[in-house]
T-cell receptor, first 113, second 114 residues
Framework: GENVEQHPSTLSVQEGDSAVIKCTYSDSASNYFPWYKQELGKRPQLIIDIRSNVGEKKDQRIAVTLNKTAKHFSLHITETQPEDSAVYFCAARGGGATNKLIFGTGTLLAVQP | GAVVSQHPSRVICKSGTSVKIECRSLDFQATTMFWYRQFPKQSLMLMAT?????????EQGVEKDKFLINHASLTLSTLTVTSAHPEDSSFYIC??????????FGPGTRLTVL
């Protein structure tokens, strides 16, 4: 079935450094790839997304890249700040009629001040 | 825009009772809503897809008779956990889609079954 793998499971960086989280998906028909940030006990918040017809998208300190051939996509956070500390989930939308999202296993990002 | 509410935020119940959770899209119509379950330190696991006016589609391994879903209007879906047991204790989150692509999440419901 459809699967999304996410690495690393935990990531600790110093404030000001960059953080990169990588995901791999299995369904070659997937066409939408959102990234969510979830703080403890709260809802996932969409932080950036990319569609399959685009290779890269940026929004201030956050960027996402997509390699359709390799079925990889990555989240890049530059100039990290302590408030970036959270769990980050990638997801992929399958290519079928449903807009069901398959989520990665999550990355706990800790930004050390 | 794209605000989704969920009620209640927390519920504690006794084993064997049923609990209903509501998910509402406040400023858009949602033909499709999704229900997820999230155990501590784990990812979101899709339980079912709820379509307005039709039966929900359940993921493999999710008991449809235990987790009853009703999507009676374009802004409301409900999840009823019937005969809840301690192993059903979890964080239940809904999401709603204003279009075929994006999903916006509710704040979640923390269910504790004693």
């Amino acid at each position: 079935g459809e699967n999304v793998e996410q690495h690393p499971s935990t990531l600790s960086v110093q404030e000001g450094d960059s953080a990169v989280i990588k995901c791999t998906y299995s369904d070659s028909a997937s066409n939408y790839f959102p990234w969510y940030k979830q703080e403890l006990g709260k809802r996932p918040q969409l932080i950036i997304d990319i569609r399959s017809n685009v290779g890269e998208k940026k929004d201030q300190r956050i960027a996402v890249t997509l390699n359709k051939t390799a079925k990889h996509f990555s989240l890049h956070i530059t100039e990290t700040q302590p408030e970036d500390s959270a769990v980050y989930f990638c997801a992929a939308r399958g290519g079928g009629a449903t807009n069901k999202l398959i989520f990665g296993t999550g990355t706990l990002l800790a930004v050390q001040p | 825009g794209a605000v989704v509410s969920q009620h209640p935020s927390r519920v504690i119940c006794k084993s064997g009772t049923s609990v209903k959770i509501e998910c509402r899209s406040l400023d858009f119509q949602a033909t499709t809503m999704f229900w997820y379950r999230q155990f501590p330190k784990q990812s979101l696991m899709l339980m079912a897809t709820s379509n307005e006016g039709s039966k929900a589609t359940y993921e493999q391994g999710v008991e449809k008779d235990k987790f009853l879903i009703n999507h009676a209007s374009l802004t409301l879906s409900t999840l009823t956990v019937t005969s809840a047991h301690p192993e059903d204790s979890s964080f239940y989150i809904c999401s709603a889609s204003p279009d075929p692509i994006e999903q916006f999440f509710g704040p979640g419901t923390r269910l504790t079954v004693l």
